[in-house]
Each structure stands twice: as structure tokens, then as C-alpha cells.
Nanobody, 123 residues
């Protein structure tokens, strides 16, 4: 079992930055690929960023490449999402998710989910 708790969301102006954190509990954190997904009102949940078990491989949605950076600290059981140059279209609830081993980064593949943190970007 892995429990995930996101934090760091809030209201920011366009062009600003936020850093999301996801704290995980459970002994298997270091064996889970970790991902960030988001869901805007009226839209489906979509992949934002993912990181491999070792942290050596990172994956990003085209819409956030060059602006968002994902990292993980296995010693702290925490993953982060640094979001820069935020746009109003980044407004969504951001979810942390975990999948044992590797991942194809689709919502249906993820094994565990946090409850989400709201990010609102004003224009």
C-alpha cells in the first residue's frame, strides 16, 4: 500500500511559479514509478509528468515541456513538480499517482492516487 498526499497548490498569476510536493507513505515508494496528472473542470484527467523508479528517466506532456520539472527524493519518500511560466490553461486539480515498477503513464495504469491539490492561474 502507498498513501499519497499532495501539497503546494494555490492561486498564482500567469507567468508565476509553484512547486507541488507529494509525500508518500509505505515501504515500496522507492519501487514505484511516480506521476503527476491533472484534471480541469469538464475535462478528462491527463498526464503531466512522470519519473522512473530510479529518477533517471523523466517524461513530460508536450504542453508542459520546458516549463515543468519533476524530481524525486527517495530518502524523503517525496516527489516534486516545479512549475514555471504558468498559464491560465494550467489551472486544474493536480494529482500525484504511483505505479509499482514501470508505467505507461495512463490514468488507468496507476495503482495509487492522492486526493489532489488545486492550482489556479489567473490571467
Amino acid at each position: 500500500q502507498v498513501q499519497l498526499v499532495e501539497s503546494g497548490g494555490g492561486l498564482v498569476q500567469a507567468g508565476g511559479s509553484l512547486r507541488l510536493s507529494c509525500a508518500a507513505s509505505g515501504r515500496t515508494f522507492s519501487r514505484n514509478a511516480m506521476g503527476w496528472f491533472r484534471q480541469a473542470p469538464g475535462k478528462e484527467r491527463e498526464f503531466v509528468a512522470g519519473i522512473s523508479v530510479s529518477g533517471g528517466s523523466k517524461y513530460y506532456a508536450d504542453s508542459v515541456k520546458g516549463r515543468f520539472t519533476m524530481s524525486r527524493d527517495n530518502a524523503k519518500n517525496t516527489v516534486y513538480l516545479q512549475m514555471n511560466s504558468l498559464k491560465p490553461e494550467d489551472t486544474a486539480v493536480y494529482y500525484c499517482a504511483a505505479e509499482f515498477g514501470g508505467s505507461r503513464w495512463t490514468p488507468s495504469d496507476m495503482d495509487y492516487w492522492g486526493k489532489g491539490t488545486l492550482v489556479t492561474v489567473s490571467s
